[in-house]
């Protein structure tokens, strides 16, 4: 069965601090996998994806992820964060097989502070 | 941009009543999905449809159901609100292959009372 684990429910950080959210998965075969981001009282925005190829994703707002196939990991990363990343993160999944749903983990609450 | 719209932002109902939660999307994406998103347990997928008048049950389908008659347009169904429905609902889109990202609304607060 599929699954994803997002083991964080909050991350704190300084602004100007690397920021790392954290993402681990279990899926048949190959994963496809996403970030996303909610912002208060927004729907959730995407970040960036992995599909195939480079294990280094990099997407919106400055974030970039690392896909690590042995330790089935996928977490998103930021060299310097700002305030106004404070968000709710959401990693996904899905298989590659037609039949697979996507599963969303429970989210990651991010609070940069000053 | 891609726009997915979401018939209310906030929606009070009584429990036993049927419920309508309309979705439309812009962007001619064959895939939309429904999801409910509560505190702790992410999104959780209630039912998607990959083309007009074809539904798949997602992980959470009891008590909904759905309805999609024109490609924009993806309506969830609750026969009967239950306290137990009181959600935030969410509306997405992408296209076909499910490597695409999906596209989401603002969502519904939904409050059954």
């Known amino acids: 069965a599929q699954s994803v684990a997002q083991p964080e429910d909050q991350v704190n950080v300084a602004e100007g601090n690397p920021l790392t959210v954290k993402c681990t998965y279990s899926v048949s075969g190959n994963p496809y996998l996403f970030w996303y981001v909610q912002y208060p009282n927004r729907g959730l925005q995407f970040l960036l994806k992995?599909?195939?190829?480079?294990?280094l994703v990099k997407g919106s707002y400055g974030f970039e992820a690392e896909f690590n196939k042995s330790q089935t990991s996928f977490h998103l990363k930021k060299p310097s964060a700002l305030v106004s990343d404070s968000a709710l993160y959401f990693c996904a999944v899905k298989g590659y097989s037609s039949a697979s749903k996507i599963i969303f983990g429970s989210g990651t609450r991010l609070s940069i502070r000053p | 941009d891609v726009k997915v719209t979401q018939s209310s932002r906030y929606l009070v109902k009584r429990t036993g009543e049927k419920v309508f939660l309309e979705c439309v999307q812009d962007?001619?994406?064959?895939?939309m999905f429904w999801y409910r998103q509560d505190p702790g347990l992410g999104l959780r997928l209630i039912y998607f449809s990959y083309d007009v008048k074809m539904k798949e049950k997602g992980d959470i389908p009891e008590g909904y159901s759905v309805s999609r008659e024109k490609k924009e347009r993806f309506s969830l169904i609750l026969e009967s609100a239950s306290t137990n429905q009181t959600s935030m609902y969410l509306c997405?889109?992408?296209?076909?292959?499910?490597?695409?990202?999906?596209?989401f609304g603002p969502g519904t607060r939904l409050t059954v009372t």
């Open positions: 992995y599909i195939t190829g480079d294990n």
């Open positions: 997405a889109s992408s296209l076909a292959g499910g490597f695409y990202e999906q596209y």
């Open positions: 962007m001619d994406h064959e895939n």
